[in-house]
């Protein structure tokens, strides 16, 4: 008995291996491109990024005034919580599970405060020796360089370490009440740009591979400084030293967009 194949159901067969063949080769791409979106990022590359943040800071002032009758010494505390917004900026080389970079930022911060200056066993019957005085701070603007060294937790989340230089704007005024002129001039010396070291840590997240999110903590030391008036009035002598420092401590989240990929190693 001799079997002869069915040409009908052959054909079918045929059509269907042809079906799944074009279907295969249209559905490559689609495959290409599921890859790549799940795809570890690459954390290589020069970055931009906008920041808010919460900035407490605290001012330390410390007065030595003399009248030629009697000498006291002075403390005013200044505390200044408020907002920050700025931006930032940075380029980030991965190395297997670690990354190292580099990042700037600048900053506008707001808030004021003012505090009591007391300098008890002053007080003479001319009233030429100062009585209680207020001491005003506002903080302008700051801005840092840094070095930040991460170590990737998830092909997506970093931890990092963050020290650098700071540089920050601070305003110093006061009412003096009985004090020369002198003296409130030299207090307004203290106004200027200050530096001083920063470091912290953070948080940083890959979204996607270009869009990242951060968050970080810093805490900056600034720099003291002096200014000092010698003077007389009338027959009097008279004498005021000040001497502050300021410290402040950040709390911010921030968005950053990278540029290009490539150049760096991936996780595996």
């Known amino acids: 008995m001799t079997i002869t194949p ?31 979106q799940n795809a570890p990022p690459t954390w290589t590359g020069v970055y931009v990024g906008g920041q808010l943040g919460w900035v407490g800071t605290r001012a330390q002032t410390n007065t030595f005034f003399a009248d030629g009758y009697a000498t006291a010494t002075g403390l005013s505390k200044n505390r200044i919580n408020g907002p920050s917004i700025g931006a930032y900026y ?4 991965q190395f297997g599970s670690l990354v190292a970079g580099i990042e700037g930022d600048i900053n506008a911060r707001f808030g004021s405060s003012g505090a009591a200056l007391m300098l008890p066993g002053l007080g003479k019957a001319n009233g ?84 990242h999110a951060k968050i970080e903590a810093l805490h900056t030391i600034y720099s003291a400084r002096r200014s000092s008036y010698a003077g007389n009035v009338g027959e009097d002598t008279y004498l005021a030293n000040f001497r502050s420092k300021v410290k402040s401590t950040t709390v911010r989240i921030g968005i950053s967009h990278r540029f290009g990929t490539g150049g760096g190693s991936s996780l595996p």
């Open 6 to 36: 069915d040409l009908r159901l052959t054909a079918s067969f045929d059509k269907v291996g042809l079906s799944v063949a074009v279907t295969s080769v249209a559905l490559l791409p689609m495959g290409g491109v599921a890859l790549a």
């Open 90 to 93: 940075g380029y980030n080389r």
């Open 128 to 211: 030429l020796a100062g009585g209680p005085g207020t001491i005003r701070v506002k903080r302008e603007w700051d801005t840092s360089l840094r070095a930040r060294l991460g170590f990737l937790l998830t092909e997506r989340l970093m931890m990092f370490g963050t020290a650098g230089v700071s540089w920050a704007d601070f305003t110093f005024s006061g009412l003096l009440p009985g004090f020369p002129a002198g003296a409130t001039d030299a207090l307004n010396r203290l106004s200027g740009v200050r530096r001083g070291a920063v470091f912290g840590g953070g948080f940083e997240y890959a979204l996607n591979e270009n869009w």
